[in-house]
């Protein structure tokens, strides 16, 4: 038996497919249409992810040992009979998108140094 | 206003194109996630129609052919990455076995016919064509997978296009040469100039890329002799009109055809050497 040695920062940085993959499965199990409507809201619309995309991602983020597949149900919510197979973070996964979102606010916290953000947000606001 | 009808049939639809599209993906991608991804489309069919009508249809497909396109190129790239890492290396000393054996009873086959003429005929192809061509296929494609990626998108393709290429042309000059000796009967010493001639073309490139830990010129020696020989051989048959090199061939040319067809041999079993000896280190530690 093999097991791959499992260090987050070797993810690092995340593509935004999987990091809004991971961030939308931050707070609890989803199934894939779940996942496209939350990252959908999450990023305000500008991040539309395809099925191919998504499932290519979640391919990868399965072997990378990043999230596994829970089990297969159907969704209460969904005016549909149909199960789904529900994905949810792993220690590993949650672990790297700790560091990624660290990652980037330390370039956010160098945008505000360089006053960055302070322009854009008086320009927004005029 | 659309009617609701007419809503579930442009779901249908547009599901079934949807399905019929994915055959894109690489057969074990759509095993795995194809029922998943048109569950999902399908929701989405269903979402887009719902807040934005054809239009939001219209919207919804171009957003996911763009995604198409776009992931079954990501996915096929990655099988083919998946593949070179995924190659065993009990498989990688088979394939340089099998070149050596390869090389061995090509040079073999080529000696049994210049020693012995047509009597040793028969033995020397099955040797060169029915026993030494796949071993040399097999080997090929071995050092395609561990070093296309090193040598470059032509290196990969012309090793690919020699291995089909040859046995392909061998088949149809054997065919052949039982209805018309000649031209169709050419193609089957055309058929491994062929593959060795791609192999010689991966060889060019080798000494510019040098993707073999050593002797980077040993695949442009163990491909170039034959196609030359071959090549000599049909334009002088062309001129003169016989075809059997008659007794008009002048002894040299038997030598130096051997000679070179011998280092050839050994260039071929070089390479099949390299092969074997270079497996990759485990990229797993044994728990």
Request: with cysteine; proline share 5%; charged share 15%.
């Amino acid at each position: 038996m093999t097991e791959t040695i499992q260090n987050p920062e070797e993810f690092l940085p995340l593509t935004p497919a999987v990091f809004n993959i991971l961030l939308a499965l931050a707070d609890g199990e989803k199934h894939g249409y779940g996942i496209m409507l939350e990252v959908e809201a999450n990023t305000k619309g500008q991040v539309l992810m395809g099925p191919g995309t998504l499932y290519g991602s979640i391919k990868r983020m399965l072997q990378a040992d990043l999230i596994q597949e829970s089990d297969e149900r159907v969704d209460p919510e969904m005016d549909d009979p149909r199960r789904r197979s529900y994905y949810r973070l792993t220690d590993l996964g949650r672990r790297a998108l700790r560091m990624e979102a660290e990652r980037l606010a330390s370039q956010v916290q160098i945008a505000k140094i360089k006053n960055i953000l302070a322009t854009d947000f008086s320009r927004g606001a005029t | 206003m659309i009617s609701k009808p007419l809503n579930n049939s442009i779901i249908t639809v547009s599901v079934n194109v949807y399905q019929t599209l994915l055959v894109a993906y690489p057969t074990k991608f759509q095993q795995e996630y194809g029922s998943q991804m048109v569950q999902v489309f399908q929701d989405c069919c269903l979402r887009a129609l719902r807040q934005g009508g054809m239009n939001g249809m219209l919207k919804l497909w171009a957003v996911t052919l763009l995604d198409l396109i776009q992931s079954v190129i990501s996915e096929h790239a990655q099988k083919e990455i998946q593949m070179k890492k995924e190659m065993n290396p009990d498989d990688i000393r088979i394939a340089g076995k099998a070149l050596m054996w390869g090389a061995a009873a090509f040079v073999v086959g080529i000696l049994l016919v210049a020693i012995g003429g047509s009597k040793l005929w028969g033995i020397s192809v099955v040797l060169t064509h029915l026993l030494s061509m796949p071993l040399l296929v097999v080997g090929l494609l071995a050092v395609r997978n561990r070093y296309g990626e090193k040598i470059g998108g032509f290196g990969r393709n012309i090793l690919w296009m020699g291995a089909i290429l040859g046995p392909l042309i061998t088949f149809i000059g054997l065919v052949g040469i039982t209805y018309s000796p000649q031209p169709l009967g050419i193609l089957f010493i055309v058929g491994p100039a062929m593959l060795f001639i791609c192999l010689a073309l991966f060889g060019f490139m080798a000494l510019y890329k040098k993707p073999l830990p050593r002797w980077n010129v040993a695949p442009l020696i163990a491909g170039l002799w034959y196609p030359i020989l071959i090549f000599a051989y049909i334009i002088t048959s062309m001129r003169t009109g016989d075809w059997d090199g008659g007794p008009g061939t002048p002894q040299w040319v038997g030598v130096v055809s051997i000679v070179l067809c011998a280092i050839q041999g050994i260039a071929l079993a070089a390479l099949g050497y390299i092969l074997k000896s270079d497996v990759p280190e485990e990229t797993a530690v044994s728990a």
